[in-house]
């Protein structure tokens, strides 16, 4: 099991006070193989955004999982995941990923892509 600075960010930001903002931190750290990002993964996530583009697909898949997919390209590493975004990146990148339950199959709010 892997993290990157930005699922870092996503799981710090949910922190309630600055005591669980170290307790999520440091679990992370603990538990993650930490992935570090470096301009040649920005620089394959725009590759890859550009291709989108190029299919009028490119606001069908944010950044921010274009560089978990790149990073996990990068390494041989397998995505898993409950989020369509990573289908799409799939699509323009040699990315292996799988669903963590059947898509459709939990609870969503409404408004919400998966």
Same mark, same amino acid.
């Given at each position: 099991?892997?993290?990157?600075?930005? =699922?870092?960010?996503?799981?710090?930001?949910?922190?309630?006070?600055?005591?669980?903002?170290?307790? @999520?931190?440091?679990?992370?750290?603990?538990?993650?193989?930490? =992935?570090?990002?470096?301009?040649?993964?920005?620089? =394959?996530?725009?590759?890859?955004?550009?291709?989108?583009?190029?299919?009028?697909?490119?606001?069908?898949?944010?950044?921010?999982?274009?560089?978990?997919? @790149?990073?996990?390209?990068?390494?041989?590493? @397998? @995505?898993?995941?409950?989020?369509?975004?990573?289908?799409?990146?799939?699509?323009?990148?040699? =990315?292996?990923?799988?669903?963590?339950?059947?898509?459709?199959?939990?609870?969503?709010?409404?408004?919400?892509?998966?």
């Amino acid at each position: 099991m892997a993290t990157t600075a930005q =699922l870092d960010a996503e799981a710090l930001y949910s922190a309630r006070s600055g005591a669980e903002y170290e307790q @999520v931190r440091s679990d992370r750290r603990l538990a993650y193989e930490y =992935l570090p990002t470096d301009d040649e993964h920005w620089q =394959l996530a725009f590759g890859a955004q550009r291709e989108l583009a190029r299919q009028g697909r490119h606001r069908a898949v944010g950044m921010a999982d274009l560089l978990i997919s @790149v990073l996990a390209v990068s390494h041989g590493l @397998v @995505v898993l995941h409950y989020d369509a975004d990573f289908e799409v990146a799939a699509d323009v990148l040699p =990315l292996e990923h799988r669903w963590v339950v059947e898509r459709g199959s939990l609870d969503q709010n409404p408004g919400e892509g998966y």
